[in-house]
T-cell receptor
Framework: DAKTTQPNSMESNEEEPVHLPCNHSTISGTDYIHWYRQLPSQGPEYVIHGLTSNVNNRMASLAIAEDRKSSTLILHRATLRDAAVYYCILRDEGNFNKFYFGSGTKLNVKP | AAGVIQSPRHLIKEKRETATLKCYPI?????VYWYQQGPGQDPQFLISFYEKMQSDKGSIPDRFSAQQFSDYHSELNMSSLELGDSALYFC??????????????FGPGTRLTVL
C-alpha cells in the first residue's frame, strides 16, 4: 500500500488559513486522496477527497500537486472547533474496502 | 440525520472473557467497517463487510470474528480477551463498496477496558 507522510503537529491562530501538507511519493494512478479528521473523543469524520484536480467543499479545499506526489488540505479560516488530528489516506481503486490511517497531523488552534 | 449506532458505549471485561460489540449502520448503508484504536494510537483497520459477506481483512486477531446480518447490522466478537485489547472500537458504514469516493461515516465508538 502506498504510504503517506504528514507532520506530527501544526499550530494555527484562529481565523487564519491553515495548510496541512501530505506527501505520497509512491502514489499510484488509481489511488484517490482522502482526508479525514478526528476530533477529541470522537470517531473520524470525512473532510474531502480528490484524484487529480483541486477540490472544494464546505469544509475545506484540497490542492493536489501536478505529479500527485503531494497534496495540501486547506482550511480557509481555522476555528477552535477545527482542532483535531487530520489524516491523509490513499484509497486504491482495487482495494477500496481497506482503509489505512497513517500517523496524522495534530492541529492546534490558538484563540 | 441518523448516524451509525454502536453499543455498548463502554464495556469492562476481565482477561480471558469474551465480548460482543454491535454496530448499526446508517439506514440503506450496506457496507460496514471495524477499526481498533489503542490509547494514543491511530485507528487500525480490522475487517469490512459488504452485503453480509466479508470484503476485506486487516489486522484482526484470530481471536476476533465478525459478521454482518441480514438487516446489515454487524457484530464483532472477541474471545480470550487480553489486556492489549483495551481500546476504542469504531464501526463505520458506507453506501456500497463501489466507487471509492464513498465516504465512511463513523460511529461514536465502544470503549473496551480489559482488566
Amino acid at each position: 500500500d502506498a504510504k503517506t507522510t504528514q507532520p506530527n503537529s501544526m499550530e494555527s491562530n484562529e481565523e487564519e488559513p491553515v495548510h496541512l501538507p501530505c506527501n505520497h511519493s509512491t502514489i499510484s494512478g488509481t489511488d484517490y486522496i482522502h482526508w479525514y479528521r478526528q476530533l477529541p473523543s470522537q470517531g473520524p469524520e470525512y473532510v474531502i477527497h480528490g484524484l487529480t484536480s483541486n477540490v472544494n467543499n464546505r469544509m475545506a479545499s484540497l490542492a493536489i500537486a501536478e505529479d500527485r506526489k503531494s497534496s495540501t488540505l486547506i482550511l480557509h479560516r481555522a476555528t477552535l472547533r477545527d482542532a483535531a488530528v487530520y489524516y491523509c489516506i490513499l484509497r486504491d481503486e482495487g482495494n477500496f474496502n481497506k482503509f489505512y490511517f497513517g500517523s496524522g497531523t495534530k492541529l492546534n488552534v490558538k484563540p | 440525520a441518523a448516524g451509525v449506532i454502536q453499543s455498548p458505549r463502554h464495556l469492562i471485561k476481565e482477561k480471558r472473557e469474551t465480548a460482543t460489540l454491535k454496530c448499526y449502520p446508517i439506514p440503506r448503508h450496506d457496507t460496514v467497517y471495524w477499526y481498533q484504536q489503542g490509547p494514543g494510537q491511530d485507528p487500525q483497520f480490522l475487517i469490512s463487510f459488504y452485503e453480509k459477506m466479508q470484503s476485506d481483512k486487516g489486522s484482526i486477531p484470530d481471536r476476533f470474528s465478525a459478521q454482518q446480518f441480514s438487516d446489515y447490522h454487524s457484530e464483532l466478537n472477541m474471545s480470550s480477551l487480553e489486556l492489549g485489547d483495551s481500546a476504542l472500537y469504531f464501526c463505520a458504514s458506507s453506501l456500497g463498496p463501489q466507487g471509492i469516493y464513498n465516504e465512511q461515516f463513523f460511529g461514536p465508538g465502544t470503549r473496551l477496558t480489559v482488566l
